[in-house]
């Protein structure tokens, strides 16, 4: 049986955008909390994926940052 890298689900692997996997990671979370919490972490982790992926890639290797980005 196949080991999936620490913080993927089984199946998934890393996207090669470390932004998209830390993001993707954090679903793990939905776990080990209740199942009335799993809407509002998803909600956040969709928000959060939407920005990622709507980043501008060159700000970001620039070491730009991201519209929208917590900083």
Do not use: C, F, I, K
Request: no cysteine; charged share 20%; proline share 8%.
């Amino acid at each position: 049986m196949r080991e999936e890298p620490a913080g993927h689900a089984a199946g998934s692997g890393p996207t090669g955008d470390p932004a998209v996997d830390a993001v993707v990671a954090r679903a793990g979370a939905a776990a080990t909390l209740p199942t009335s919490a799993h809407n509002g972490l998803y909600a956040e982790l969709l928000e959060d994926l939407q920005r990622e992926l709507d980043a501008d890639p060159a700000a970001v290797m620039t070491g730009g940052t991201a519209p929208g980005a917590v900083q």
